[in-house]
């Protein structure tokens, strides 16, 4: 049962990381045993575990919810997710390799097509592998671990700004300057940049989060 409930509680959080189950979003129990073929059981202990880490919450009358984060809760998350996505962006320009540099250019190449197409989606994935493959490149596992454990609390919301007209563009330019910065090993340019990146995107956010209807 346990080994159930653990296959669940990984497919929901990557669920909420992806954005396939937004901010607000209810699950209902009998939905979820339905959809991966289990009893209730391991479905509310899976439910129950995603509570205690803060992924999901309960109202009354409502069961569980994906956690909608407060304006305050969603900059300072933001805000320690800039540090680390610039120590990465440092650490990359440092260590990079031709094939980690080509895994970057590739990333970077389908950020421009989904902006190009105006593919919010399509955008919003190319971003995640953005940022991924200058984490792979910067080569420190802790570091990852560290942004991977945050990234299951913001990345619901980090393709909200993505609706914001020119945003795509806009996102896509600020990929091709830290991308830059990495393959031209300035690492202290990168991490300055991916910084104010990641920073400008928090700060749209409470403003998109006021646009949130209650459920």
Known sequence: MARVADQLIETLRNDIRSGVLRPGD?????????????????????????????????????GALVRVLSAKELIDLFEVAAELEGMACRLAAERLTADKAAALEDALHFCRTAAEANDQDGYAKANLAFHQAIHNAAGNNRLIEQIEQLAGHINPYRAMPFQMRGRLQKSTEEHASIAEAILKNTGTQADELMRDHMMLQGQRL????EAIEPR
């Open 206 to 209: 409470p403003m998109i989060l």
């Open 26 to 62: 209810q699950l209902e129990e009998a939905a979820l045993a339905e959809r991966f073929g289990v009893s209730r059981t391991p479905v509310r202990e899976a439910v129950r575990s995603l509570v205690d880490s803060g992924l999901l919450e309960t109202k009354p009358r409502k």
